[in-house]
C-alpha cells in the first residue's frame, strides 16, 4: 500500500468566506495616512482609485467575508490546491521533519495571484468599470489580473517593471494573449516614468515606479478607470485567505498540524494567504504556531528595515501606509524573484511582526536556487524564483530539526511555478548568478531620506 | 448554492492498473516485422533497444496491468488530473451540449507524457540501465522523460526537432533543469542527422529522423543504453490509459456519460489514454460511445494515409509497423503543434480505425487556434497547440449539437498547456500562423515510395 500524499478538498467542502485576520489582532493596524493632511484617509478618497466594495474590505473588521457566488466559481476552475506530503525532499534531506507543501502553482497563470485577481476585477466589474491599471513585478500578478479581466470583458494596461519584462517573454505573451496591454516601466507614457527615466535613462525598475506609473494613468479619468493592486493592501491578503483556510481543513484530513509555516514575502500576499488562517489558531485555539515570512537578502524590509509611514510606490501617489520600509526609492538589486523586489510591507503584515507575532528571515540568491532545484528533483516541480525563497527556509527548518533531532510538521506555501522563469535556472547552472551585499550605510542612506520627506 | 465543475479522486480512488486494449479488440493488431526477414519480432531483438518488462507489456494481452507501487507513488505528484465541466465553454457557444474535459495539463511537465514517461524510466532502472536516449518534438515528451530520468538518478540525451528547438527555448531549458543533454535533430552526431543535412542543409527535422538519431546512439552501446519512446508503441499507449481509467469513474461521479470522446493525434499517446477506457465499455457494456482521433489536416495519416508495414523513423531503423502512414519520409510543415508533426499511427490505432472502431476527423491550423483561444477566454487555460486540435473539434461537434437541437455529451483530453507555446499566439495574433494545403500527389508521391522500399 503506498502513502497518501495529496489533499484535495472537493468543489463543496472549499470555504466560502476569506478571513479578515484584523479581527482577531490584539493591535490594530494603523490607518492609512492623506499624504497632504496626515489625517486617516476617508473611503470617499479611496474610491477615486478602487471599487467600493474593495474599499469596504480594505476598513472590514469582520472576521469572515463572504466570497461572491461568481468568484466561488470562476475559483473552481483550479481550487482547491492539493495540499501535498513532500515524502521525497524529506529523505533527500534525511530530516525527521514533516514537510508538507501548499502547492498554489495549479493555477491557469501558474501562481496564487489569481485568488484576488479574481475578485477584484468582480467587484469593479459589478460598479461598471471599464478600464483597469496596475503594475507587475515578475509578471505573475499581471498575468493573473489580465486572466480575470478577460473573464470580465475589463479592459486592461500593465506596467511590468523592466528588468522582468526582459527576462520575461513569456510572461508578457501570457499577458497578451488574456488580451492585456502591457508597457515596461520606467516607460515614457507618464510623468513618472519620464522622471525616472531623466535620472537614470538605464532604470531597470522597480514595483513601486511600475505603481506610480500605473495609479498615474488610473488618476486621469477616475469615472471610468480604477487601479488595482496584486499585494500590500488589507483586501488584496484577505482574499488570500483562501489558500491557508484550505489549509487547515487539508492539515486535518491528513491529522497533522504544523509547527512551522512559511511563505516567501515580497508585499505580503502569498505569505498572509497561507499565515493568516493558521495564526487565527493561534490567537482563538491558544497554539503556537510559528508563521514565518521570508525575503530576499538583497531586499529585507522586515529583517533590516524600519517601521514607520511610508509611500506605498516610488513617486509619493499613494497614502502613507504604516509598514516596515527601506525607503520608497530602495532601488533592489535585480534578482530573478521579481516579485519580491518591493520596499516595504503590508500595513496588517508589519504590525504583526511588530508585535512578535510573526516572524522574519532573509535568504540569499544562491541559497534560494538551491533549494528550488532540490525541490525541482525532488518533488519534480520546478519553483517560481519567488516560491524558492520559501522552500530554502523549509530546508533551513528541516535541517535545524535534523541536527536537533527533533520532530517537527513544516508547511510551506509553493507560490508559483518556474516554466516562465527557467532562464534564471540557466544562468544559475552557467554560474552566473550572484548574491547581493546590501551594507548598512546603503539601506541608512535610503531611511534617512526617507524622514526627510515623511515627517 | 454554485455549480459543481471539477471531479477529482483521491489518491486511494485513483486506478491501480492500465487497461490493455488489444485483450478486448475483435481482430488484433498485426505484429511488428523485422525488416529484413519480415518475420515477426521477438523478444529477444526488442531488448536490443527496450527494457524486458516493457517488451513484456508491448506484446501483453492481459486486460489488466498492475501500476508498480513506485510508480503509483510518483503519479500522486499530480495524479488524478481534474475532469472539468466547461460550463464558460458551452455558454460561449450556446450550446445545449455539456461539454466536460480532462485537464493533463497539471502535471510538472505541463502535459500528460509523464504518464508513461515514469514507468518507462522506472523499468529501465530496475532492469540496471544507466542511460537512456530519446527524440522529442513539441518538447512534452523530452521534458517528461528527463523529469523520469531524474527521480531515477538515470542519464539522458534527448534529440528535439530542430523546429521546435528553435520555436521553443524554455522546453530546452526545462529539460536542462531537469538534468537532460538537448541536441537539435538533424545533428551532426549520427549518421541518420549527417545524411539529412547532406540532402538538405536547411532542414527543420520530423519526429521520424529524431527518432533515427536517438535509436542510432542507443544502438551504439546496448548493454547500458536503451531507447525510450513517448507515443505509438503498445507499451505507451497502456501506460496512458491511466487518463480514461480515471475520467470513467469521475464521469461517473458527474453523474453522466460520454457521448463523444476526443483526443488529439500525433502518434496516439493521449488519444488512447483518453479513448480506450471507454472504448472498453464499448466492448463489454454494449455502449455506443464515439471515440474522434484529430489530427492536423497538414499531416493527416489518419484520413488521407494508407493503411500497411511502414518504418517508425526516417531512415529505417525501427521495426516494421502496421499502421496508417503517409510515408516514413514525408516531410510534415512547419504547423506549431509540433507533437502531431509524425508520418504514422500505431499499430493498434490502426487497427481500431480499419475496423471502424474509431472515427478520425483532420483540422487545419487556423481553425485550431480560433478553438483555443476560445478556450483561454472562456475556461482560462492557455492550451498547448497539439490540444487545441482536440478542443477544435469539441467545438464543431458542439455546434453541431445546437444545428441538430440535440443534447450530448462531449469529452476531451486538455493534452497540455500552453505557457511553453506562447509565441505560437503571437504569431497568431499577428496573422502570421496560416493553413498548409496538402495536395493528394504529394501524398501519393510519397506513399508510392514507401511500396518501392516496403515490399
Given at each position: 500500500m503506498t502513502k497518501t500524499k495529496k489533499f484535495l478538498l472537493t468543489d463543496e467542502q472549499t470555504p466560502k468566506q476569506w478571513y479578515n485576520i484584523v479581527a482577531d489582532m490584539p493591535n490594530k493596524p494603523l490607518p492609512p495616512l492623506n499624504p497632504k493632511t496626515k489625517k486617516p484617509i476617508t473611503k470617499e478618497e479611496m474610491s477615486v482609485l478602487f471599487a467600493e466594495e474593495l474599499i469596504d474590505q480594505e476598513m472590514s473588521t469582520e472576521r469572515f467575508i463572504d466570497i461572491p457566488e461568481q468568484v466561488q466559481d470562476l475559483y473552481k476552475?483550479?481550487?482547491?490546491?492539493p495540499l501535498v506530503r513532500a515524502y521525497a525532499l524529506e529523505k533527500a534531506l534525511d530530516t525527521p521533519a514533516k514537510i508538507y507543501y501548499k502547492n498554489e502553482s495549479v493555477s491557469p497563470a501558474g501562481s496564487h495571484k489569481p485568488n484576488t485577481a479574481i475578485p477584484q476585477a468582480y467587484y469593479n466589474y459589478k460598479q461598471g468599470v471599464k478600464h483597469l491599471t496596475t503594475e507587475t513585478g515578475g509578471g505573475q500578478w499581471g498575468s493573473a489580473i489580465a486572466l480575470a479581466s478577460q473573464f470580465f470583458g475589463l479592459d486592461l494596461k500593465v506596467y511590468m517593471v523592466k528588468v522582468s519584462y526582459n527576462q520575461k517573454p513569456y510572461r508578457k505573451l501570457m499577458m497578451n494573449a488574456w488580451g492585456a496591454d502591457v508597457i515596461p516601466s520606467p516607460?515614457?507614457?507618464t510623468q513618472a516614468g519620464l522622471h525616472a527615466l531623466a535620472q537614470d535613462p538605464e532604470c531597470s525598475g522597480s514595483l513601486g515606479l511600475a505603481i506610480s506609473e500605473a495609479v498615474e494613468v488610473a488618476l486621469k479619468d477616475p469615472s471610468t478607470t480604477k487601479y488595482c493592486l496584486g499585494s500590500v493592501l488589507n483586501h488584496v491578503l484577505l482574499h488570500q485567505t483562501i489558500i491557508g483556510e484550505e489549509a487547515c481543513m487539508q492539515m486535518e484530513m491528513a491529522g497533522d498540524e504544523p509547527d512551522i509555516v512559511i511563505g516567501c514575502f515580497g508585499g505580503g500576499s502569498n505569505f498572509a494567504g497561507i499565515g493568516f488562517p493558521f495564526l487565527k489558531k493561534n490567537f482563538t485555539e491558544g497554539k503556537n504556531i510559528r508563521v514565518i515570512a521570508v525575503e530576499p537578502s538583497s531586499c529585507p524590509k522586515l529583517t533590516r528595515g524600519i517601521f514607520q509611514y511610508d509611500f506605498g510606490d516610488t513617486e509619493g501617489f499613494t497614502p502613507l501606509l504604516p509598514m516596515y520600509t527601506l525607503g520608497h526609492d530602495f532601488q533592489p538589486a535585480d534578482i530573478h524573484a521579481g516579485g519580491l523586489r518591493y520596499h516595504g510591507a503590508g500595513s496588517i503584515v508589519s504590525q504583526l511582526l511588530k508585535d512578535g507575532l510573526i516572524e522574519a528571515q532573509s535568504v540569499p540568491q544562491l541559497e534560494t536556487f538551491a533549494a528550488g532545484l532540490t525541490f525541482a528533483k525532488t518533488e519534480g516541480i520546478i519553483p517560481a524564483p519567488e516560491s524558492t525563497h520559501a522552500i530554502a527556509v523549509a530546508v533551513r527548518e528541516a535541517l535545524k530539526a535534523k541536527e536537533e533531532g527533533k520532530e517537527k510538521t513544516i508547511l510551506f506555501n509553493l507560490s508559483g511555478h518556474g516554466m516562465i522563469d527557467l532562464f534564471a535556472y540557466e544562468q544559475y547552472f552557467a554560474g552566473k548568478l550572484q548574491n547581493y551585499d546590501l551594507p548598512d550605510e546603503v539601506i541608512r542612506k535610503s531611511i534617512d531620506k526617507l524622514d526627510k520627506i515623511i515627517k
Amino acid at each position: 500500500m503506498t502513502k497518501t500524499k495529496k489533499f484535495l478538498l472537493t468543489d463543496e467542502q472549499t470555504p466560502k468566506q476569506w478571513y479578515n485576520i484584523v479581527a482577531d489582532m490584539p493591535n490594530k493596524p494603523l490607518p492609512p495616512l492623506n499624504p497632504k493632511t496626515k489625517k486617516p484617509i476617508t473611503k470617499e478618497e479611496m474610491s477615486v482609485l478602487f471599487a467600493e466594495e474593495l474599499i469596504d474590505q480594505e476598513m472590514s473588521t469582520e472576521r469572515f467575508i463572504d466570497i461572491p457566488e461568481q468568484v466561488q466559481d470562476l475559483y473552481k476552475i483550479w481550487r482547491s490546491t492539493p495540499l501535498v506530503r513532500a515524502y521525497a525532499l524529506e529523505k533527500a534531506l534525511d530530516t525527521p521533519a514533516k514537510i508538507y507543501y501548499k502547492n498554489e502553482s495549479v493555477s491557469p497563470a501558474g501562481s496564487h495571484k489569481p485568488n484576488t485577481a479574481i475578485p477584484q476585477a468582480y467587484y469593479n466589474y459589478k460598479q461598471g468599470v471599464k478600464h483597469l491599471t496596475t503594475e507587475t513585478g515578475g509578471g505573475q500578478w499581471g498575468s493573473a489580473i489580465a486572466l480575470a479581466s478577460q473573464f470580465f470583458g475589463l479592459d486592461l494596461k500593465v506596467y511590468m517593471v523592466k528588468v522582468s519584462y526582459n527576462q520575461k517573454p513569456y510572461r508578457k505573451l501570457m499577458m497578451n494573449a488574456w488580451g492585456a496591454d502591457v508597457i515596461p516601466s520606467p516607460s515614457t507614457t507618464t510623468q513618472a516614468g519620464l522622471h525616472a527615466l531623466a535620472q537614470d535613462p538605464e532604470c531597470s525598475g522597480s514595483l513601486g515606479l511600475a505603481i506610480s506609473e500605473a495609479v498615474e494613468v488610473a488618476l486621469k479619468d477616475p469615472s471610468t478607470t480604477k487601479y488595482c493592486l496584486g499585494s500590500v493592501l488589507n483586501h488584496v491578503l484577505l482574499h488570500q485567505t483562501i489558500i491557508g483556510e484550505e489549509a487547515c481543513m487539508q492539515m486535518e484530513m491528513a491529522g497533522d498540524e504544523p509547527d512551522i509555516v512559511i511563505g516567501c514575502f515580497g508585499g505580503g500576499s502569498n505569505f498572509a494567504g497561507i499565515g493568516f488562517p493558521f495564526l487565527k489558531k493561534n490567537f482563538t485555539e491558544g497554539k503556537n504556531i510559528r508563521v514565518i515570512a521570508v525575503e530576499p537578502s538583497s531586499c529585507p524590509k522586515l529583517t533590516r528595515g524600519i517601521f514607520q509611514y511610508d509611500f506605498g510606490d516610488t513617486e509619493g501617489f499613494t497614502p502613507l501606509l504604516p509598514m516596515y520600509t527601506l525607503g520608497h526609492d530602495f532601488q533592489p538589486a535585480d534578482i530573478h524573484a521579481g516579485g519580491l523586489r518591493y520596499h516595504g510591507a503590508g500595513s496588517i503584515v508589519s504590525q504583526l511582526l511588530k508585535d512578535g507575532l510573526i516572524e522574519a528571515q532573509s535568504v540569499p540568491q544562491l541559497e534560494t536556487f538551491a533549494a528550488g532545484l532540490t525541490f525541482a528533483k525532488t518533488e519534480g516541480i520546478i519553483p517560481a524564483p519567488e516560491s524558492t525563497h520559501a522552500i530554502a527556509v523549509a530546508v533551513r527548518e528541516a535541517l535545524k530539526a535534523k541536527e536537533e533531532g527533533k520532530e517537527k510538521t513544516i508547511l510551506f506555501n509553493l507560490s508559483g511555478h518556474g516554466m516562465i522563469d527557467l532562464f534564471a535556472y540557466e544562468q544559475y547552472f552557467a554560474g552566473k548568478l550572484q548574491n547581493y551585499d546590501l551594507p548598512d550605510e546603503v539601506i541608512r542612506k535610503s531611511i534617512d531620506k526617507l524622514d526627510k520627506i515623511i515627517k
